[in-house]
């Protein structure tokens, strides 16, 4: 059984430029939540997507936008990076939008911004 | 999220029991605990959760108090993989999200 997977593993982007990230959940999971990491600092919630939508977002700027498919898989789109988007980031899939759900992470993808 | 309270750092020896605690006095009724740990550079990784009786799994063991003000992760026989941050969290119901605090460093030692 696959685990969550997120591509790509790497990324090197300059200031201004716009990424995408990409994200499959675990096999069986409906629900995606996105997660940034900056070093030292323990994940900080993006948004999660249910049912195609936007469910829940935190406290990041319009510049963070997402996207999921009818296969659950997810997209997060940074436009206009900045510096301080250079950070991990941890996709989380779980069989529903729930807090009780459990959330099982991928890999990351580490995006480093010139 | 209730609020949790870690230790920032435990040392274990290899071999031995691994005991990290978690304070979360605010919780409520229906609130579940998760343990989730972190390895360097890799995504967190889901350990165990609980509401109010113990629970284990082949990872783990997680303690809970009768109260359910605090409760103990036990790994039963620390190997230096478990080297790694352990996060204590307590969701609320009707929040989606995760809220990560800094967590416990745990690092086992030869």
């Known amino acids: 059984d696959a685990g969550v997977t997120q591509s790509p593993t790497h990324l090197i982007k300059t200031r201004g430029q716009q990424v995408t990230l990409r994200c499959s959940p675990k096999?069986?999971?409906?629900?995606v939540s996105w997660y940034q990491q900056a070093l030292g600092q323990g994940p900080q919630f993006i948004f999660q997507?249910?049912?195609?939508?936007?469910?829940q977002r935190g406290n990041f700027p319009d510049r963070f936008s997402g996207h999921q498919f009818p296969n659950y898989s997810s997209e997060l789109n940074v436009n206009a990076l900045l510096l301080g988007d250079s950070a991990l980031y941890l996709c989380?899939?779980?069989?529903?939008?729930?807090?009780?759900?459990?959330?099982?992470f991928g890999p990351g993808t580490r995006l480093t911004v010139l | 999220d209730a609020k949790t309270t870690q230790p920032t750092s435990m040392d274990c020896a290899e071999g031995r029991a691994a005991n990290l605690p978690c304070n979360h006095s605010?919780?409520?009724?229906?609130?579940?605990v998760y343990w989730y740990r972190q390895i360097h550079s890799q995504g967190p990784q889901y350990i165990i959760h609980g509401l109010k009786n113990n629970e284990t799994n082949e990872m783990a063991s997680l303690i809970i108090t009768e109260d359910r003000k605090s409760s103990t992760l036990i790994l039963p026989h620390a190997t230096l993989r478990d080297t790694a941050v352990y996060y204590c969290i307590a969701p609320r119901g009707s929040n989606y999200k995760l809220t990560f605090g800094k967590g416990t460093l745990l690092t086992v030692n030869p």
């Open positions: 997507y249910y049912e195609e939508e936007e469910r």
């Open positions: 096999s069986g999971h409906d629900t």
């Open positions: 605010t919780i409520s009724g229906n609130e579940y």
């Open positions: 989380a899939s779980s069989l529903g939008p729930s807090s009780t759900d459990t959330q099982y």
